[in-house]
């Protein structure tokens, strides 16, 4: 299992050829309290960089984009009660959908945990 991380803040954890996205801690902590998710349906096609998700807080909405691309197996149904479950925990329980991978070769261009570790210190 590794997981990889977009300058957008997203985060991808990949496990075989599933997956699981969400937004970061630090991403979170930016928005503020979050009052709303809208995640994509199963069985939608995403882009790598594109549109995937939305994310609601008392601050803004913002895009969620897919830091790889494929179909959307699950998304996360607990977020449409509990969308503060991405203010709690939002490298867990907190994530947004998972997916079938297209192309394993696209976390090529993401960072490791390390070089995002690195990326928020130059912020």
Do not use: C
């Not at 090529?108 to 570790?117: T, V």
């Amino acid at each position: 299992m590794s997981v990889y991380f977009t300058k957008d803040h997203e985060w991808v954890r990949v496990e075989g050829d599933t997956g699981t996205v969400g937004i970061t801690d630090y991403a979170q902590s930016q928005l503020g309290d979050i009052v709303f998710v809208e995640v994509p349906e199963a069985g939608r096609q995403v882009e790598k960089g594109g549109e995937a998700a939305v994310v609601e807080s008392v601050k803004a909405a913002s895009d969620v984009y897919a830091p790889i691309g494929g179909e959307v197996i699950e998304g996360n149904s607990a977020l449409a009660d509990e969308p503060s479950l991405v203010n709690t925990d939002p490298e867990g329980e907190g994530w947004f959908f998972k997916l079938r991978i297209a192309e394993a070769g696209e976390v090529e261009g993401l960072m490791d945990s390390d070089a995002y570790r690195s990326f928020l210190a130059d912020q």
